[in-house]
């Protein structure tokens, strides 16, 4: 082989590694964005069944034998799915076993009972209950029927949910007539672990969290 054949040799191999190198490049590139569009991180499984108040029913003792309608239960929020929500940073992702507002549905009613107070079917109120977003935020229908007399209904409606944070809005009726509406925000600290169960205990803790806000609210405790 003479200079001239050697030194062509010694091209293609240069060519060949650098090809090479830029094919592991590309792959690793794809495999990351594979990664997050397929949603990696920790997947923690949360379940309304498994939601118990971890509270004590003492703090709310004014709450005792009163009476609520659990009415129209709303996710809002842009930045979580029907059935998950997420970490700041995407790596947790919660994954109920029903859609968001159901799930709160369920942990409320729980709560409520948790406390206390007694949670009548949302039918109980009529066939027509309210609805939040078809009339306009907390506005009932002109049609609707008084409500029970004396009876709460609560709406509650996610507009923005993470594992540290939850901004929400709760209205309140009484007898017909819109008595309360008040946004809120409740915050927790990141999470400390990567444990699934532990994190998945977080989860029901951020319940907690949102139900007591509401609870201690003054403005709340008049009305309800």
């Given at each position: 082989m003479n200079d001239q054949e050697q030194g062509w040799n010694i091209k293609m191999k240069k060519r060949f590694r650098q090809a090479g190198i830029r094919a592991c490049l590309?792959?690793?590139?794809?495999?990351?964005?594979?990664?997050?569009?397929?949603?990696?991180?920790?997947?923690v499984p949360i379940q309304q069944d498994k939601y118990l108040p971890a509270f004590k029913s003492s703090e709310f003792g004014r709450f005792k034998g009163k009476k609520v309608i659990m009415d129209a239960f709303t996710n809002s929020a842009g930045n979580t799915k029907s059935g998950a929500y997420y970490s700041p940073d995407k790596n947790l992702t919660y994954e109920a076993s029903a859609q968001l507002e159901s799930y709160f549905w369920y942990c409320f009613k729980k709560a409520f009972q948790h406390i206390g107070v007694n949670v009548l079917?949302?039918?109980?109120?009529?066939?027509?209950?309210?609805?939040?977003?078809?009339?306009?935020?907390?506005?009932?229908?002109?049609?609707?029927?008084?409500?029970?007399?004396?009876?709460?209904?609560?709406?509650?409606v996610l507009t923005s949910l993470t594992d540290?944070?939850?901004?929400?809005?709760?209205?309140?009726?009484?007898?017909?007539?819109?008595?309360?509406?008040?946004?809120?925000?409740?915050?927790?600290?990141?999470?400390?672990?990567?444990?699934?169960?532990?994190?998945?205990?977080?989860?029901?803790?951020?319940?907690?969290?949102?139900?007591?806000?509401?609870?201690?609210?003054?403005?709340?405790?008049?009305?309800?």
């Open positions: 590309f792959g690793v590139v794809l495999f990351t964005l594979g990664c997050a569009a397929g949603g990696g991180g920790i997947k079917d949302p039918q109980y109120a009529g066939s027509r209950p309210y609805h939040y977003g078809y009339w306009g935020w907390g506005v009932p229908p002109p049609s609707q029927s008084k409500g029970v007399p004396g009876v709460t209904e609560f709406q509650f540290q944070e939850c901004k929400f809005q709760v209205s309140l009726f009484k007898n017909g007539e819109s008595r309360f509406q008040k946004d809120f925000t409740v915050t927790m600290t990141p999470a400390q672990t990567q444990d699934v169960r532990d994190l998945e205990k977080r989860a029901y803790r951020m319940v907690d969290v949102v139900f007591a806000a509401i609870m201690k609210d003054r403005d709340f405790q008049k009305i309800f």
